[in-house]
């Protein structure tokens, strides 16, 4: 951001909202002719961009049931001197399907 520097620094803490479209109409048309004056900020807001993009393709990877159930048995089973954690803390019943692995 090396134009018109406070202004550019007002401007990135909109690319969030102007990403989600969450911007008024007014704001968004300030921050779009910003974005096509200003070269350092519009690369700034390309790489947020792909930056959001690439998290949100991200898959969760597969866990192995045997895996799974230990990390499960971790939160549920009685440690030594110690109390399995509240179901509620763990969302209720969402284990029970996971018991018969």
């Known amino acids: 951001m090396k134009g018109n520097k406070p202004f550019c620094e007002k401007i990135s803490r909109s690319f969030h909202d102007y990403y989600d479209g969450e911007l008024s109409l007014f ?4 921050v779009q002719k910003h974005l ?3 070269v350092p900020c ?4 390309v790489l947020l961009q792909m930056t959001i993009e ?9 866990v ?3 895996l799974l159930k230990k ?3 971790q939160f549920t089973d009685p440690g030594p001197g110690g109390k399995p954690a ?3 803390l763990l969302g209720g019943d969402w284990t029970d399907g996971l018991q018969r692995i």
């Open 27 to 30: 704001m968004k048309r300030v």
């Open 36 to 38: 096509g004056a200003c």
């Open 42 to 45: 519009r690369r700034d807001y």
């Open 54 to 62: 690439s998290i949100r393709q991200k898959v969760a990877p597969d």
């Open 64 to 66: 192995p049931p045997r």
């Open 71 to 73: 990390i499960i048995r």
């Open 86 to 88: 509240p179901r509620e």
